[in-house]
T-cell receptor, first 112, second 112 residues
């Protein structure tokens, strides 16, 4: 069974631009969560989707948004990028919200 | 405010030795506690998940314990191997919403 895949793996953007990251969950998994990981703050929860509905959202500004498609694939978007958005963005999928989460390799975003 | 504190911040041990990592939390209400292993440059991998009613869970050489009364958990690694060198992250999810709060992790280095 293929694992969670994230594209792109690396991304360099400049301040003010926007970016879209993609996540393909494990086949059959309906819950997809997004996380931001930085050296200063560690891992932080962004949001969680289940069957195309956002069920939970972390404490991030509205510049961070996401969506989930009918095939469970998910995208997250960050608008008006700031230097502090430089981070590793991780996606994780699970069968149900309370089940074991499987993480992808992450997308390393650098904002210049 | 929900918080998860891990100790020690870093740990160096010799191959073959045992070690114990600690996690204290203030998340309420409590849903579950997870331990993850994260190798450098990779996404976290789930080691154990424990709910309120479970006080111990094993996964090979990894054994997690949970004391819901004192809000403490530990991860015991037996007969350490070089491949155990990684960051170990404790995550506590809130009841109902399952919104996770992450600890900052313990960086473990196993020397030959």
């Amino acid at each position: 069974k293929a694992g969670v895949t994230q594209t792109p793996r690396y991304l360099i953007k400049t301040r003010g631009q926007q970016v879209t990251l993609s996540c393909s969950p494990i086949s059959g998994h309906r819950s997809v969560s997004w996380y931001q990981q930085t050296p200063g703050q560690g891992l932080q929860f962004l949001f969680e989707y289940f069957s195309e509905t956002q069920r939970n959202k972390g404490n991030f500004p509205g510049r961070f948004s996401g969506r989930q498609f009918s095939n469970s694939r998910s995208e997250m978007n960050v608008s008006t990028l700031e230097l502090g958005d430089s981070a590793l963005y991780l996606c994780a999928s699970s069968l149900l919200q309370k089940d074991t989460q499987y993480f992808g390799p992450g997308t390393r975003l650098t904002v210049l | 405010k929900n918080q998860v504190e891990q100790s020690p911040q870093s740990l160096i041990i010799l191959e073959g030795k045992n070690c114990t990592l600690q996690c204290n939390y203030t998340v309420s209400p409590f849903s579950n506690l997870r331990w993850y292993k994260q190798d450098t440059g990779r996404g976290p991998v789930s080691l154990t998940i424990m709910t309120f009613s479970e006080n111990t869970k094993s996964n090979g050489r990894y054994t997690a314990t949970l004391d819901a009364d004192t809000k403490q958990s530990s991860l015991h690694i037996t007969a350490s191997q070089l491949s155990d060198s990684a960051s170990y992250i404790c995550v506590v999810s809130a009841g109902g919403s399952y919104i996770p709060t992450f600890g900052r992790g313990t960086s473990l280095i196993v020397h030959p």
